[in-house]
């Protein structure tokens, strides 16, 4: 079955004009609902799109705890990844004398590199546990209303 998620739907869950906003600014046929995917809701994360309001106002309580805890999960998996690389880059910074910006620059490049490999990372996670829990949530209101 389709799922989808429409503008509204967002104005009969009082969504703020910001987030309807932003929600028409991504997906052109919002009108018509929107099909939660993976890619969907990554383009929505990157957007600023306010998941976490949506996923507290559609997720049933089991499936949002569990979206909760791998969405935690992600971004400790991110942390562990990003905090060294940074730490690498500040100890450059004070053992490269500042006259060679170039290694200063180079060091940096390495490290946006790193961190924008964990935070691609932790997007996917995070998106596909959303959607794993809006369909889940949804498979269980589905039931209810039979």
Known sequence: MRRTISTLDLVRLEACA?????????????????????????????????????????????AHIVYLRIKNQAWKAYIAVQRPAWDEYERLLTTIPKASRWAIGVGKAAYNRIEYAAVEKCYLAEATAWVAAYEASAEVAGKGAE
């Not at 309807?20 to 919002?30: K, M, P, S």
């Open 18 to 62: 910001t987030e309807i906003r932003i929600f028409r600014g991504i997906f052109d046929e919002a009108n018509d609902g929107v099909e939660v995917t993976v890619d969907n809701v990554l383009k929505a994360m990157k957007a600023g799109l306010d998941l976490h309001w949506l996923a507290r106002s559609l997720f049933m309580t089991p």
